[in-house]
């Protein structure tokens, strides 16, 4: 098999891939690529496939010759964006790629800190349910570590 390569790249037909996907890692792995505004949909609370589409093209359709909108095919599920490279050109359907992405904890995770006999661990996962819970939570810690802090100044201080 090794042969057979070997004298496909002294042809000289040999395509050097790194080159050619360049811009398509460029686009996916990059400040502002689609990873990028992927992790950053995921820390919204209200973003949706959607959102997450749409943020997409603002940023790359008509600025990245690489970066499409998909043809419609008949009797092929419905892509989003496709992307262009040496090997042709690949569709995307990103539905529930923000869902995939977010890593939630897992709820005897949870559970175990809300029993623990830490009670500021104890505390801080007392109103955990959901990311909302945890942006509730995460209030009532920083207000009643704002009081403590101002008590401890106000004792010591």
Known sequence: MFVLEQEEYKTGEFIDVGM???ACIE???TPMGIFSILEEECMFLKASDTTFKNKLYDQHLGK???FQKPKLVKGKPGAHF???HFAGTVDYNITG???KNKDPLNETVVQLYQKSALKLLAFRYSCYASAE???VCAIATFISTSVLKSLLVFTYG
């Open 133 to 135: 819970g945890m942006l």
């Open 97 to 99: 790629w923000l869902e």
């Open 64 to 66: 990245s010759s690489i």
């Open 20 to 22: 050619v996907l360049a």
């Open 82 to 84: 496709s992307l262009v």
């Open 27 to 29: 686009l996916i792995d």
